[in-house]
């Protein structure tokens, strides 16, 4: 790992991890404007090159995340056994020599229970305005009424609507045909792609028509970039994934996760400050476990992600801290990054 220094005379200024990303992010966008001035526009080369949003929404848990990590390539978000895991709006950039879609990977809709739950289900919603073509997964099953529901905020969008059923690996395809004729009848699906995320059966299909519904444009993002959300995220939706891998229906999703340091170390490496925040305190003992064994090993599972995110290695410093009823306080959502 290189890091920048600036000398003046005999002094010499070390810059931090936190100066050094931003400098990266600086340097991209010289990179960028450069490149904008060079050709005229992105992927100038290319005069029918296309650009578009895709809002990918769904209820909880059908495979929204493991669907976005298979078309990126790369790890963005949460993949867990839990429902509601993905808090915000995610997004994920692909770019091939044609296209860029920017992937908008949402809350699950779910009836809001709390402040942090409104939050969520305003982001699907918003997410959907963004968007040039709408995702609208489920599972093999039919609609529960949460379904139905969102079905007809979608039809209200009148947006360009894929149906992707997925998990399409787990049933009988002789299931499959009078599934689809049941979503058929309660909304006319401009496509209905059966599919598995986990395994990519059809996703190439998928992006395919998917390319071809949205506008020409310039692209929006540098092709190399797979996600516009900074360091910090990655890193805190790392941690929040192994806490709910490995402590599954013991801890609710009212967990929280800040980072409040990232510093480089003396002997190489970085040193990541990161603060976990639960509602009660019989919670923060389930986390932390006998002898501190449950957060040691979230610790280590989280680290390894982060290293092979990052390339280098880090010492990842976990404290838990107990924030009563956080998920209910607005104040408490802004001060935790619920904007």
């Known amino acids: 790992m290189n890091f920048l220094s600036l000398k003046e005379g005999k002094k010499q200024l070390k810059v931090s991890i936190l100066d050094h990303v931003l400098i990266a992010v600086v340097l991209e966008l010289f990179k960028l404007i450069t490149f904008c001035l060079l050709t005229g526009t992105f992927m100038g080369k290319n005069k029918n090159f296309k650009a578009g949003y895709v809002s990918v929404a769904g209820l909880p ?21 839990k429902p509601q895991t993905t808090r915000g709006v995610m997004r994920g950039i692909l770019t091939t020599d044609d296209a860029q879609i920017i992937f908008l990977d949402t809350a ?36 529960k009424n949460h379904e139905i529901d ?30 689809i004729d049941y979503y058929r009848g309660l909304m006319d699906f401009d496509e209905i792609f059966p599919i598995s995320a986990l395994n990519g059966d059809n996703v190439a299909a998928l992006i395919n ?18 996600s516009d959300q900074i360091e910090r995220e990655f890193i805190s939706e790392f941690i929040r994934e192994k806490i709910y891998n490995n402590t599954r229906d013991e801890i609710p999703y009212s967990t929280a996760v800040v980072i409040e340091e990232m510093t480089e170390r003396e002997k190489g490496g970085a ?30 599972d989280a680290r390894f992600e982060i290293e092979r995110f990052l390339g280098f290695k880090v010492y990842l410093d976990l404290q838990v801290k107990v924030k009563p009823k956080w998920r209910k306080d607005i104040k408490s959502l802004r001060k935790l990054g619920y904007k």
């Open 61 to 81: 848990n059908v495979g929204k995340s493991t669907l976005l990590n298979r078309i990126v390539g790369s790890k963005l978000a949460i993949v867990s056994p």
């Open 108 to 143: 699950g809709m779910h009836k809001p229970q709390d402040s942090l739950g409104e939050f969520m289900v305003d982001s699907v919603l918003k997410s959907f305005k963004d968007a040039d073509v709408i995702y609208l997964i489920v599972e093999c099953l039919k609609p």
């Open 150 to 179: 969102l079905i007809e905020k979608v039809i209200a969008e009148k947006k360009t609507t894929f149906l992707i059923v997925n998990k399409i690996d787990k049933v009988n395809k002789e299931e499959l045909l009078p599934l």
């Open 209 to 226: 028509d998917t390319i071809s519904r949205l506008p020409v444009s310039p692209a929006y993002f540098p092709e190399d970039i797979v």
């Open 271 to 300: 040193y990541i400050l990161a603060s976990i925040y639960l509602e009660k305190d019989s919670q923060k003992g389930i986390l932390v476990g006998k002898g501190g064994s449950m957060i040691k090993k979230i610790g280590r």
